[in-house]
């Protein structure tokens, strides 16, 4: 199915991927409305950390680890998609400590997958990893869709909007989506909780220990459970509590630090990836499924959704990303 430049063209959730799809399709002169319930960022992109680190969900990711190449290929991406966007790559890389035992067992990873790495002061060190600020990032990309002609709708797609728009792009995550795509089936929900500090490290790069990463900024993130088959929003001292332990290992002051808790709730397929292309539903794409990379996959998926759109060939990772892949009999 081509759909011709101008067209209208609804997407629906405004987290990191469809943000991203909104802005990509009103750069390539789509007609796009952006619906959203709060599409001022209450979602799991915006609780996220906006890794884009390819290594690290590799190395400590046993679903990402045969994924390297694709994610490499989608962090890549983001140097032009950010160009001209109030949206700084944070370049730090990362940062692994931990005991000795343990990090032998972290560099066989980095060796078996071929990562280069270096060792130094006692941890494992990879320049290839990046970052975003999640909630700076969604506000910047709504701002550039916006001043492209972008409009913004304040509440939930809903089937009856399905007539109103030549094509759909379902990029809602977890969230119930109403039984519009039967391929919807193939998604489990994973909650997680994630921790803000008051204090700890501001800059430098991610920080990865046993069961615990620590990511600097204003409020440093302390991540994050994987609550596999979850999809409630409540907090859970007594899952958190072990982040936070962890976390004072590798940083004792924050033993001091006051901890705040973030909820948000990813979708995930049996592979690990996405779900993008064309649903059995017909005008009705589906970009969703991301598990935890929705911030590192964003453009990929985003230029995915526009080549469908645009009649254009979508390239060698399309049949990695086959939205249909886990439902034909």
């Known amino acids: 199915m081509e759909t011709k430049p101008r067209a209208r063209v609804a997407v629906a959730g405004a987290g990191a991927i469809g943000s991203a799809v909104a802005l990509t399709l009103s750069r390539?002169?789509?007609?796009?409305?952006?619906?959203?319930?709060?599409?001022?960022?209450?979602?799991a992109s915006s609780v996220a950390a906006g890794?884009?680190?390819?290594?690290?969900?590799?190395?400590?990711?046993?679903v990402s680890a045969p994924h390297l190449a694709v994610l490499r290929r989608a962090r890549d991406l983001w140097l032009a998609f950010a160009e001209g966007l109030d949206l700084p790559i944070l370049?730090?890389?990362?940062?692994?400590?931990?005991?000795?035992?343990?990090?032998?067992?972290?560099?066989?990873?980095?060796e078996a997958l071929g990562v280069p790495f270096q060792r130094l002061?006692?941890?494992?060190?990879?320049?290839?990893?990046?970052?975003?600020?999640?909630?700076?990032?969604?506000?910047?990309?709504?701002?550039?869709?916006?001043?492209?002609?972008?409009?913004?709708?304040?509440?939930?797609?809903?089937?009856?909007?399905?007539?109103a728009f030549t094509a759909v792009v379902l990029a809602t995550g977890a969230a119930d989506a109403g039984g519009l795509a039967p391929e919807l089936a193939a998604l489990t929900p994973i909650k997680g909780q994630i921790l803000r500090a008051d204090r700890g490290p501001a800059t430098g790069p991610v920080i990865r220990g046993e069961g615990v990463y620590i990511c600097?900024?204003?409020?440093?993130?302390?991540?994050?459970?994987?609550?596999?088959?979850?999809?409630?929003?409540?907090?859970?001292?007594?899952?958190?509590e072990a982040l936070r332990a962890a976390a004072i290992r590798l940083r004792p002051e924050l033993a001091e630090a006051v901890l705040t808790t973030e909820v948000g709730v990813r979708a995930a397929t049996p592979d690990g990836l996405p779900l993008v292309g064309w649903s059995a539903t017909p005008g009705l794409m589906l970009a969703v499924g991301a598990r935890?990379?929705?911030?590192?996959?964003?453009?990929?998926?985003?230029?995915?959704?526009?080549?469908y759109l645009k009649g254009d060939n979508p390239g060698p990772d399309a049949a990695l990303f086959d939205a249909r892949r886990f439902s034909r009999t």
């Not at 796009?32 to 960022?41: E, H, K, N, R, Y």
């Not at 964003?298 to 230029?303: F, I, M």
């Open 121 to 163: 002061d006692g941890a494992l060190v990879d320049a290839e990893d990046w970052r975003v600020e999640a909630r700076p990032a969604l506000a910047a990309l709504r701002a550039a869709f916006e001043a492209l002609g972008g409009r913004l709708q304040p509440r939930a797609f809903v089937a009856d909007d399905l007539k």
């Open 292 to 307: 935890r990379n929705g911030w590192l996959l964003a453009p990929l998926v985003a230029d995915l959704v526009a080549s």
């Open 216 to 240: 600097p900024g204003e409020r440093p993130a302390i991540g994050a459970t994987m609550e596999t088959g979850r999809d409630d929003l409540t907090i859970d001292p007594s899952v958190t």
């Open 51 to 62: 890794m884009l680190a390819p290594v690290a969900e590799s190395v400590f990711d046993p």
């Open 28 to 43: 390539a002169q789509f007609d796009v409305t952006l619906f959203d319930p709060d599409p001022a960022g209450d979602n």
């Open 91 to 110: 370049r730090e890389g990362l940062r692994v400590e931990g005991r000795a035992a343990w990090l032998a067992d972290i560099a066989a990873r980095f």
